[in-house]
């Protein structure tokens, strides 16, 4: 069975830090490109950063770039977001997502499997 599953959410302080980390079960992470995207309360889910399935092409939304880093090892079947300099409008529910693409571009418009998400809150 398919799964991802995310962890390493928590509440921080603003200008603190978290690293997210999403665990892939179930098929193998090298043909898939990955992504992170949140949801806060209220807002539509929005794509944060995503990562070829090599891992060499990475994109980041506008308001993140600078302070996050997303990476991946497919020998270990995870992914992660590093985030840095974190600010309460960072606040939403982050989800990771898996498709079916094992090309150079790093984000795709479309993901076949999610995970649950997990919080993260920045707030002082």
């Known amino acids: 069975q398919l799964q991802l599953v995310e962890s390493g959410g928590g509440v921080v302080q603003p200008g603190g830090s978290l690293r997210l980390s999403c665990a892939a079960s179930?098929?193998?992470?090298?043909?898939?490109?990955m992504a992170w995207f949140r949801q806060a309360p209220g807002k539509e889910r929005e794509g944060v950063s995503c990562?070829?399935?090599?891992?060499?092409?990475?994109n980041y939304t506008d308001s993140v770039k600078g302070r996050f880093t997303i990476s991946r090892d497919n020998a270990k079947k995870r992914m992660y977001l590093q985030m840095n300099s974190l600010k309460p409008e960072d606040t939403a529910t982050y989800y990771c997502?898996?498709?079916?693409?094992?090309?150079?571009?790093?984000?795709?418009?479309?993901?076949?499997?999610w995970g649950q998400g997990t919080q993260v809150t920045v707030s002082s």
């Open positions: 179930g098929f193998t992470l090298e043909y898939y490109a």
């Open positions: 997502a898996a498709a079916i693409y094992s090309g150079s571009y790093p984000c795709v418009p479309y993901y076949d499997y």
């Open positions: 990562i070829s399935a090599s891992g060499g092409s990475t």
